[in-house]
């Protein structure tokens, strides 16, 4: 599976715009984007997905770099809500029955009231 | 609307038991994944499931087997457990027609090795 890297951390205030980057440039061609988040003692809950275009969604959005080696998901009004761990996941589209989700060091989201 | 479920909610065993864990996948969904998250640790695959055979397999010890039923539920039986196993046990579920196959997860199941 190609890998993602993104920051351990991030941090941000209650009702400010919150971008949080990753970093895919071993990217293939049939490779969706996804986002998940784990919020505290909960299961991994899904945020976005995107593959060559913007995406949004009413969580948030996912701007993906044009030769698609990064993306950002951007949550447009943070809540204290928000606060999780975020993964950004590859999966690969190109069909079959294995699409199993491969975390990585997701980014620690904290959210200041 | 109707999300996986998993039985039961916590677990407490001591090692060398038996443990059996339950996933309900949300209804017509046709594939099932199994995750294992350790304290302070990310969610790892195990095994995954579609139409009752298994489609794919992660770092799963040959302690645990599972299996899906006719009814698209999942078992996980894990034995002879080991103080290592307590663990965090996540089942997600996704639709294959689902151009995607998004995963929803359940609450998990929490395991505690005594």
């Known amino acids: 599976d190609a890998k993602t890297t993104q920051p351990n951390s991030m941090e941000s205030n209650e009702e400010e715009p919150v971008h949080l980057p990753c970093n895919h440039s071993?990217?293939?061609?049939?490779?969706?984007i996804h986002w998940y988040r784990q919020l505290p003692s909960q299961g991994p809950e899904y945020v976005i997905h995107?593959?060559?275009s913007n995406v949004n969604n009413r969580m948030a959005s996912l701007a993906i770099a044009e030769d698609r080696k990064s993306s950002t998901l951007i949550l447009h009004r943070a809540t204290l809500r928000d606060a999780a761990v975020y993964y950004c996941?590859?999966?690969?589209?190109?069909?079959?029955?294995?699409?199993?989700?491969?975390f990585g060091k997701g980014t620690l989201l904290t959210v200041n009231p | 609307a109707a999300g996986v479920i998993q039985s039961p909610r916590h677990l407490i065993k001591e090692k060398r038991e038996t443990a059996t864990l339950k996933c309900y996948p949300i209804p017509r969904h046709d594939t099932v994944y199994w995750y294992q998250q350790g304290p302070g640790q990310d969610p790892q695959f195990l095994i995954s499931?579609?139409?009752?055979?298994?489609?794919d397999k992660g770092s799963i010890p040959d302690r645990f087997s599972a299996q899906q039923f006719s009814d698209y539920h999942s078992e996980l039986n894990m034995s002879s457990l080991e103080l290592g196993d307590s663990a965090l046990y996540f089942c997600?579920?996704?639709?294959?027609?689902?151009?995607?196959?998004?995963?929803?997860f359940g609450p998990g199941t929490r395991l505690t090795v005594l």
């Open positions: 995107g593959l060559t």
């Open positions: 499931f579609y139409e009752k055979m298994q489609s």
């Open positions: 071993t990217i293939s061609g049939t490779d969706y």
């Open positions: 997600a579920s996704s639709s294959l027609l689902a151009l995607t196959s998004t995963q929803y």
């Open positions: 996941i590859l999966r690969d589209g190109s069909g079959g029955s294995n699409y199993k989700l491969t």
